[in-house]
Nanobody, 117 residues
Framework: QVRLVESGGGLVQPGGSLELSCAAS????????MGWYYQAPGKLRELAAS???????TYADSVKGRFTISRDSAKNTVYLTMKNLKPEDTAVYYC???????????WGQGTQVTVSS
């Protein structure tokens, strides 16, 4: 079983910055990728960014140039540094972990990010 614990959400003004973190624990054998999805009210959950076990990042077009995903492999932790935040970034952000040994992804509990003046 894999457990993901997120932190770092909150309220920020447009143009501001936030950093989310997600610490993974448990049986992480076969870890392929970790990352973040976001879900705005009334909308589907969408990928914001992910990073592979070899360190290759992937970004949604909507966050390219503003968000940076990074990882600390020793701590099994991924970070999402979000800059120049916009009101449309407001959503619940969910951390996920994808393992080659599992049929489905593991998910965190979600953390709210609100961008508002």
């Amino acid at each position: 079983q894999v457990r993901l614990v997120e932190s770092g959400g909150g309220l920020v003004q447009p143009g501001g910055s936030l950093e989310l973190s997600c610490a993974a624990s448990g049986n992480l054998f076969g870890l392929k990728a970790m990352g973040w999805y976001y879900q705005a009210p009334g909308k589907l959950r969408e990928l914001a960014a992910s990073i592979s076990s070899t360190g290759i990042p992937t970004y949604a077009d909507s966050v390219k140039g503003r968000f940076t995903i990074s990882r600390d492999s020793a701590k099994n932790t991924v970070y999402l540094t979000m800059k120049n935040l916009k009101p449309e970034d407001t959503a619940v952000y969910y951390c996920f972990a994808r393992l080659s040994t599992s049929l489905g992804d593991f998910w965190g509990q979600g953390t709210q990010v609100t961008v508002s003046s």
